[in-house]
């Protein structure tokens, strides 16, 4: 049926599904995953500044905390980091890609508290949505959105004269640990602001645990130098094992199975957790 | 017969302390136009809150479009449309761009054609690809009704549809209204406080005062209930309640703020004793209220509408108390 009417055209005829007082049955949810993870990657990728930001940081890293060593004769620093390298920059470059993934579950946690205060988070729950996948296409969006770091960082280390090396399994073995790495701490960080609705909240977490999760790991600096209870944090601390096997890869072309299974373990974990706490948690204005 | 829309079976919604919404019950049938009525603050937002599925009951049973709402919410929202009172889109994506994630969240796997249709109904399809943020308020509106009908639900929430807007773009999204509930057969339920949204919208109306329902019915059911006239009066001086009493046909007196309402049998028959009984230069402003769902909301709760949810300050009492803490 179709019916003219004053303000245009035709009106579509609504198909009205008969209800099913027996209908209990599970509502799936890939749609609404992909509609919701393409909006966070959508609105990401289409914000010039997020781009610029997400590119710059990391190159910033590699120039000014690369080059801090600049002056030190390699053998004093290779004395000092316990390992063969050809630059600081190159014992860096996994550590610097590991620590950048701590911070981008802050996007998601400020992406959400947005949909939160402009009642977003209303609309997309006013449909056959779980809060989990909300949960989880989120952390999934800001652990992509930490991604694009990667391809950036390599080309600024091979733009500083950094010499890589491993095998491509290896590379798309570390960058997997990356993603791990990312999706852990997106997961952390989502359930921590799960019932926030304050702007401030995300930076408040970040600050908190960025710099003793950067500092008490193997990212910047080997383990070996530590004292004791700084070396128990780093040993615990995913960062470790991911800037470990990347430096493997890296510098002396190694891959450690072991480490990429703890960082799947810690995603595993904290998704999951992550997940339960959203479903309970996640307030919706 | 056809299963009524919304069930709702004394419904409660307590936060701590507070009930929003107090054994609220009331049957939506299918295929009209429900209007919930009341002041701000009545609970109003709170009961499409706990008919949708987005906030839990505390007490009592609800079925919306067949499905308890406790126990299946999800089916309950596969079968609803929801309109927000603060236009709720997402302003990074273009009106195409809104359709595409609503079909995506609604689980639409056909819904272009659908979308063009409500884009063509609507007259947005010149703007389709505009991003929503460069919409007229009266435009964001339509899309949002859009939204709400891509996935052919069975009833729509409409929260407050018109507030905040011009009475031009008002008219027209009445005109919206009553056309999606006419041809798309879709059952309404909207809240409001302006009474003359609910007169000229709603088959069925219930007033809400302080989360409980005061009246039910049809508008004009209602207003036939009220065998009176409410006259409200400012006066430039300060007057008494006995002085008012006093003059013949006067059933009832009760201040509102700086205002007297007085409950009258005929107001054409009481004005001129009003005016032989108060000095006409006295009288500030003077307003006359003939049986209407206003009269039917002073009747039952003794405030007018639009006063009722925000606390009136009496300047009379202040200016008093003041004058008398002068000396």
Known sequence: ????????????????????????????????????????????????????????????????????????????????????????????????????????????????????????????????????????????????????????????????????????????????ALIFLALGFSSLFLAVTASSTDWQTPGVISNFIMMPLMFASGALFPTANFPSWMATIANWNPVTYTALLGRGVVVSGSFDWLYLGYVAIFAGLLVLAGTLVGRKYMKVE | MTEDAIVADAITKAYGSMTAVDHVTFRVPSGGIFGLLGPNGAGKTTIIKVLTGLSALTGGDARVAGFDVRTYPMEVKQRIGWVAAEVILDDDFSGWENLWLQAKFQRVSDWKGRAQQLLDYFALSEFKNNKVSTYSTGMRKKLEIALALLHEPQIIFMDEPTI?????????????????????????????????????????????????????????????????????????????????????????????????????????????????????????????????????????????????????????KFYANVRRARG
């Not at chain 1, 008969?18 to 749609?31: D, E, F, N």
């Open chain 1, 1 to 176: 049926m179709s019916v003219e009417t004053e303000h245009t055209v035709v009106l579509p005829n609504a198909n009205v599904v008969a209800p099913s007082a027996t209908g209990a049955h599970r509502i799936g949810q890939m749609s609404q995953f992909t509609g919701l993870y393409s909006r966070e990657l959508l609105r990401t990728f289409r914000n010039p500044w997020v781009l610029v930001i997400t590119v710059v940081q990391p190159f910033m890293w590699l120039a000014f905390f690369g080059s801090s060593f600049a002056n030190v004769p390699i053998s004093e620093l290779e004395r000092l980091l316990h390992i063969t390298i050809s630059s600081y920059t190159q014992f860096l470059l996994p550590g610097v890609l590991s620590t950048s993934m701590l911070s981008v579950g802050m996007f998601g946690a400020m992406s959400t508290i947005q949909d939160k205060r402009f009642g977003y988070m209303k609309r997309i729950l006013l449909t056959p949505t779980s809060k989990s996948t909300v949960f989880v296409a989120k952390a999934l969006g800001s652990a992509t959105r930490g991604l694009v770091q990667i391809p950036v960082m390599i080309v600024a280390a091979l733009a500083f004269g950094v010499t890589l090396g491993g095998t491509p399994l290896m590379w798309a073995g570390f960058v997997l």
């Open chain 2, 164 to 316: 905040g807007l011009d009475p031009g773009t008002r008219r027209m999204l009445w005109e919206l209204i009553t056309g999606v509930n006419r041809e798309y057969g879709i059952t309404i339920f909207l809240t409001s406080h302006y009474i003359e949204e609910a007169d000229a919208l709603c088959s069925q109306v219930a007033i809400l005062d302080q989360g409980k329902i005061a009246a039910m019915g049809a508008p004009n059911d209602l207003k036939a209930r009220v065998q009176a006239d409410y006259i409200e009066l400012e006066t430039g001086e300060p007057t008494d309640e006995a002085r008012l009493r006093a003059i013949p046909g006067v059933h009832e007196v009760r201040a509102q703020g700086r205002t007297w309402i007085l409950k009258v049998d005929r107001s054409e028959e009481f004005l001129p004793r009003l005016f032989d009984h108060l000095k006409p230069d006295l009288i500030r402003k003077i307003n006359v209220e003939k049986p209407s769902l206003e009269s039917v909301f002073m009747q039952l709760t003794g405030k007018r509408i639009d006063q009722a949810g925000s606390e009136v300050q009496d300047y009379r």
